[in-house]
T-cell receptor
Framework: EAGVAQSPRYKIIEKRQSVAFWCNPI?????LYWYQQILGQGPKLLIQ????????DSQLPKDRFSAERLKGVDSTLKIQPAKLEDSAVYLC??????????????FGEGSWLTVV | AQSVTQPDIHITVSEGASLELRCNYS??????LFWYVQSPGQGLQLLLK??????LVQGIKGFEAEFKRSQSSFNLRKPSVHWSDAAEYFC???????????FGAGTRLTVKP
């Protein structure tokens, strides 16, 4: 079974530039998550989708971050304009349903962003 | 909201020695508890999880964890560590009806030969 796919794996941009990350979840998984993991910290949930609807985006900095999951499968996370503090690994994850119901969350390998 | 504390930032053990990584959580109801492992440059891999039932749960790679409600703890253990176990370990807590899962800051494990 294919895992969660993410691209690009690595990206270096200058501050104030924009960047987009793509995620393809495990086939059949209705729930998709984007996490931000800053060096030395645990992952922090940015946004959670159930199919193509947003379940939780309370920790998403909406002035510069946006995410969409138009057809309930793939998702894109965009940062515009980027700040130095956005340097982090962006992890995409998916689960069959909402994980609190006992569904395991599976993570991709992450997209590493460096803002200079 | 729930929260997780991993008191140890970095632990070093000798290969073949036993291991215990500590995790304390804060949550008013019965939590869903997880341990994940992250190797350098990789995503997170689930080691084990606790939802209900037997408080001692077995996971992959020879790991186990014990849920102790009275101590609000979910410590991870392994009787004999292998060099390949060197990685970052994250404890996480989730809620029953929502997957607002919160992670600890992680414990980095170094294995000495």
């Amino acid at each position: 079974e294919a895992g969660v796919a993410q691209s690009p794996r690595y990206k270096i941009i200058e501050k104030r530039q924009s960047v987009a990350f793509w995620c393809n979840p495990i086939s059949g998984h209705a729930t998709l998550y984007w996490y931000q993991q800053i060096l030395g910290q645990g992952p922090k949930l940015l946004i959670q989708f159930q199919n193509n609807g947003v379940v939780d985006d309370s920790q998403l900095p909406k002035d510069r971050f946006s995410a969409e999951r138009l057809k309930g499968v793939d998702s894109t996370l965009k940062i515009q304009p980027a700040k130095l503090e956005d340097s982090a690994v962006y992890l995409c994850a998916s689960s069959l349903g909402a994980g609190g119901g006992g569904n395991t969350i599976y993570f991709g390998e992450g997209s590493w962003l460096t803002v200079v | 909201a729930q929260s997780v504390t991993q008191p140890d930032i970095h632990i070093t053990v000798s290969e073949g020695a036993s291991l215990e990584l500590r995790c304390n959580y804060s949550y008013g109801a019965t939590p869903y508890l997880f341990w994940y492992v992250q190797s350098p440059g990789q995503g997170l891999q689930l080691l084990l999880k606790y939802f209900s039932g037997d408080t001692l749960v077995q996971g992959i790679k020879g790991f186990e964890a014990e849920f102790k409600r009275s101590q609000s703890s979910f410590n991870l253990r392994k009787p004999s560590v292998h060099w390949s176990d060197a990685a970052e370990y994250f404890c996480a807590v989730g809620r029953q009806n929502n997957n607002d899962m919160r992670f600890g800051a992680g414990t980095r494990l170094t294995v000495k030969p």
